[in-house]
């Protein structure tokens, strides 16, 4: 495989967690079954017949604006969900994002697709400068072209799983400032080690390139703080093994949203999130991919509801901050229903 890997270092962990590349594709550790003609017929069906009650906001949700002057004050290990996906960090007092979207779709065109429920609480031109962006795989609602070639003056380094280097180029991304890592590969700076480690998902922005570049979720480490980034993923057994390899976790960010019984491969269900943070020996759960695009059938709040139930029932440390809303990694918790206001 000629995919470059810069600057990258290789942990020692199971053969059967590694990334399999075969004929021109990359293939999860346990095969899922491709989406069928017969699925694609049932969405469709189910995506002009069904209808979903409270699927997008009634009103506008709550979003708290970040400012430069509490960028600054911070100095703790702290973080902002900017929406979806996308976290703002900072980390040792360097600042890193997670997974930005800024379009106004989840979608290859901005006049169709998923669209926003709120804005995000800052934009790109009042960031502070970027230690590193970070991309979990290249689907629209977690790579989005405009924000990469917009945030490219601002960033030291783009972190991205193999062959998602590919599409960064083309928008213009100098080559040197791409690092492309393989499942267990770690990079980062001085002061944040940055380790890729296994999902369970699928890749591809066409008709024709699925599986053609890695899905990764991410292990961020400071000398004083850990958090696990998932990316998208079904549930499976790596949750466990990445635990098992890096210990306690002070924050999972765990996707929990936009999961359907079509889909159960690629997309956990609530009862998987919580048992996936479990899995980690997660300490607090960051419930993420939601709030901000309809992306399956359910209610835009269910994840919310649900997951919240479930955490309770467990005893699971919940942290459900606003949009905008800094969260310490290691303060007090905010656990506010904000959905329900």
Do not use: C
Request: net charge negative; proline share 6%.
């Amino acid at each position: 495989m000629s995919i470059p890997n810069l600057n990258a270092t290789i942990d020692t962990v199971p053969k059967s967690h590694e990334a399999t590349y075969l004929d021109g594709k990359f293939q999860n550790a346990t095969p899922i079954p491709a989406f069928s003609l017969s699925d694609f017929w049932q969405y469709l069906k189910r995506a002009f017949t069904e209808s979903t009650p409270n699927k997008v906001p009634e009103q506008s949700i709550p979003v708290l604006p970040i400012t430069q002057e509490a960028l600054t004050r911070t100095q703790q290990d702290t973080l902002w969900r900017l929406g979806h996906s996308s976290i703002l960090l900072k980390l040792n007092n360097e600042f890193w994002l997670l997974d930005p979207v800024f379009s106004e779709r989840a979608s290859p065109f901005q006049f169709a697709g998923p669209k926003r429920f709120h804005q995000p609480p800052i934009s790109i031109d009042e960031l502070p400068p970027l230690a590193g962006v970070l991309i979990s795989h290249n689907h629209y609602d977690h790579l989005d072209k405009s924000a990469v070639k917009a945030l490219n003056n601002k960033v030291e380094r783009f972190i991205v799983p193999l062959g998602v280097g590919g599409d960064l180029r083309a928008w213009g991304v100098e080559a040197n400032k791409i690092e492309e890592l393989d499942w267990w590969q770690s990079s980062g700076s001085k002061k944040v080690k940055i380790t890729a480690t296994p999902a369970h998902h699928f890749s591809g922005r066409g008709l024709g390139d699925r599986d053609k570049t890695l899905w990764a979720s991410y292990v961020l480490e400071t000398g004083h703080s850990k958090l696990f980034f998932s990316g998208d993923s079904g549930y499976f057994d790596g949750f466990k093994k990445i635990g098992e390899h890096f210990g306690a976790f002070d924050l999972t960010l765990m996707e929990t949203g936009a999961y359907d019984s079509l889909w159960p491969d690629v997309h956990m269900h609530p009862e998987e999130s919580l048992q996936a943070h479990l899995d980690l020996n997660g300490k607090r759960l960051l419930p993420i991919h939601n709030g901000t695009f309809s992306l399956a059938f359910h209610s835009w709040t269910e994840p919310f509801e649900q997951i919240q139930q479930l955490a309770g029932a467990k005893g699971v440390d919940l942290a459900t901050p606003k949009m905008g809303e800094a969260l310490a990694l290691k303060g007090e918790n905010h656990t506010s229903a904000w959905w329900k206001e």
